[in-house]
């Protein structure tokens, strides 16, 4: 990842943590979403964000419904980094599953 990817990955990162904390209490109500990551594409045009949902239930559904609303996302984040970039990558959310794996380690070490 050049150094640009980088700065645009974590500046969409940022951005998109904001726009869900605005949205989160319609969103999921009860939960803490977090923006773990952000994998973007060399020519900048998708951007991969990975969520990651506490407590885990339902955790499916909440980025299922980020995915049917990311155009509003993609306009809001738009918005944020409009000084930044020419044209807003697209974007597609994935659940990020690593604190479940972490977990899982932890009750079978625990046993």
Do not use: C, W
Request: charged share 35%; net charge positive.
């Amino acid at each position: 990842m050049n150094t640009r990817q980088e700065k645009v990955s974590k500046q969409i990162q940022k951005d998109m943590a904001d726009i869900i904390l605005l949205h989160n209490r319609e969103l999921a109500p009860g939960k803490i979403l977090t923006v773990t990551e952000v994998r973007i594409t060399p020519d900048l045009g998708m951007a991969r964000i990975l969520i990651s949902v506490f407590p885990s239930e339902n955790n499916a559904d909440i980025v299922k419904e980020l995915n049917e609303k990311k155009g509003l996302y993609r306009n809001e984040l738009s918005k944020k980094m409009r000084h930044q970039l020419k044209k807003m990558p697209e974007i597609e959310f994935f659940l990020d599953d690593s604190l479940n794996y972490i977990e899982k380690i932890d009750n079978l070490l625990k046993k």
